[in-house]
C-alpha cells in the first residue's frame, strides 16, 4: 500500500504530527524503531513490576492545545497532583516551593526581606513576557535572508503578530543572552534565593552548562510556556509514567487510522529525482508515499539516512556543527525504604516524605557541579533532582516498594569519555551519598538499579550526543537557525522530505508544537490546513 505520509520515528512530536495528518484525512503510516512508541517521552519496566520513565520524567510543557485538540484525556493522559517540590538549602534545612506565591514568599523571606518583595514583582515581570514567547513557539520560522515577495509578506505578517515584541525587546534579549546567575541577580541578592530560582536553568535542564553561561536565562522563562489553567490541565506527574503520553497520542491519532509500527527500523529515505517517496525499512521492506517526515534528529536523518548524493554539502556541514553533548545522567532505584528530610514536618509538609527532592543547596554547590565537569572529571557533588513518583503513583512499583528516579549532573561525555559499567557504579554511589546527605537516616540500599549516561541516550534512543534537545538551545540554534539556516521551516532540501521533532523550533521537551507546526507545513503544502 502507498500512504499519503510516512513518519520515520514515534517520539511524541511524529506522533502529535501523524495524529493532526490522519485527522485531516491523509493516510499516515508511522515507523518506530524501538519496540515501543513516545521516544524520549517513554515508560520503560526495566525490572519486571516497575514502571520507569527512562528519559522525561516530568510534565511540564506539553502544549494544552494539543491535549485538547487530540482529546489525549480520552486515551488516558492523566496528569496527578503532585506535591511541591523540596530544596535542602544550605544552613537553613529543607525549604518547601510552595506553589503557592505567599507562601513562597515567607519561605524567601528566611533569607531576605529584599528577596521576598520581589519575588512577586519577578513573577509579575515573567508573566509579561510569557505570552510573547508562547506566541513565537508556534510561529514556523521564516528565512530572514530571502527577498521574495512571498518571505517579505511572511515577515510583516510576524511582525504584526509578534508587534508584542517590540516594547518588551530588550526584555527578551536579556533573557536569550544573559546567564542565569546575571540575571535573578538583577533581582534577588540571598544565595539561597539564587540557588532555587537559578537550579532548572543551571542544571535542572538538562543542558550541559552553568549558573553563569551566557543564554542560560531563557531557561528562567520555560514555566511561562504552558497556560495551566485551562480544561487541559496543570503540570506534574503523569499517571502510568511519561510513556502514557505518548501512547495516548498514538490511540488518538489510531481513531483517524493513523498505523503505528514497532520493532521498524528505517535503514534509508527512499529519494528519486530529488524527491522523497518512501522509506526502506532495515527488514528489507520499503514504505511507498507521497511525502516522509522525519521524527529522527536532524541529524541523524540526513547524516544517516539521506544518501549524501540528495543534499548539498553545505547543508551537511552546518548540521555537523548542529548539536550539543549532554552531560547529565539518570539513575533509577527499586527501593523499600524512602529518604526523610528532618524538619519539613514543621512547614506543614505532612510526614517528611516528598515525592521530589532538589538537591542544589547553594550557589557554589551549582558553580562546583559544572567547574568539575570543565575540569573533564564527574561532579564531585552533583547537583540533583530526585523524584518518587510511586508516592504520587503506586502503580509505578509492586506493593510496599518505590520508584526512585534522579536525574543530576554532570558526567563527562564523547570521546575518551567512560560510560561503562564502572562509571555506572560510582555515579550511584556518588548519587545515594549525596542525597544522605541530607537525609541521612535513609540507608540508601536499593533491590535495583538502572543508570543511563549520554552514550546510553545516543545508542538507545537517537538522541545525538544524548543531547534531551536533540541539540542545545542556545542563540546560535534557535527559531530560524534551527536547525540550519534557510531550513527552519520544517522543510529540508529533498522535495517532500520534512522534520518534525526537538531539532526543529522551538526545540526539545514534551511539548507536542514541533510536530504540530510540522503537520501545518505539510498541509500547507498539499494546500489545505489543519481539520
Ligand atoms: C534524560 C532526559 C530527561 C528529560 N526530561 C524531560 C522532562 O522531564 N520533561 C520534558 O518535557 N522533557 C524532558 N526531556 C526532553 C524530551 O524528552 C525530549 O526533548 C522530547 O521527548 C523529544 O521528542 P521528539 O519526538 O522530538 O524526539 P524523540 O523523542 O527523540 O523521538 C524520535 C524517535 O525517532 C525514532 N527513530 C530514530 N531513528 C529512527 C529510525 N531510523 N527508524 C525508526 N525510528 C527512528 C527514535 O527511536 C524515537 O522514538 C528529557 C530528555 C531526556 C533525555
Redesign the pocket.
Known sequence: MKYDVVI???????LVCGAYLAKAGLSVCV????PL?????ATEEVWPGYKVST????????QPRVILDLELQKFGYEVLATPPIVQPIEGAGPIVLWRETERLVQQFARFSAKDAAAYPRYLQHLAQIGPIFRQLMWEIPFDPSVMGVGNLRDMAMFAWRNRGLVGRFHDVADLLTMSAYDYLSRWFESDAVKAIMGYYPAGGS?QSVGFHTEGTAYFLLRGQLRENHTPAGGTGLVRGG?GTVAEAIARSGARFGMQTRID????RVLVEDGKAVGVALANGDEVRANLVIS???AR?TFLN?VDKSAVPSDFRTKLDSFGGR?T?F?VHLAVTDLPRLEGIEASGFGEGRPSQITIAPSVAWLEQAYADLQAGMPSRRPYLTVQIPSVVDPTLAPAGHHLMSI?GGHIPSGPGADHGEATKQAVTERVIATIKQFAPSWSGEYLHRHV?LSAD?EAQ???PG?N???ADLTLSQLFFRRPVPGFADHRTPVRDLFLC???NHPG????GV??YNAARVVLRSLGRRLA
Do not use: D, Q
Not at 520515520?8 to 511524529?14: E, Q, R, T, Y
Not at 515507523?31 to 524501538?34: A, G, I, K, S, T
Not at 528519559?55 to 506539553?62: D, P, V, W, Y
Open positions: 520515520v520515528g514515534a517520539g511524541h512530536n511524529g515507523l518506530e524503531r524501538r512508541v513516545g521516544g524520549a517521552c528519559a522525561a520524567h516530568m510534565l511540564g510543557l506539553l538538562g511519561m521498524a527500523e528505517v535503514e521524527n529522527a534528529s541523524h539516512l549532554a547529565a539518570k536525574y543511563m541516550y534512543f537517537g538522541l544524548g534531551p534537545h536533540h521533532s526537538a531539532s526539545g521537551g514534551v511539548t514541533p510536530g
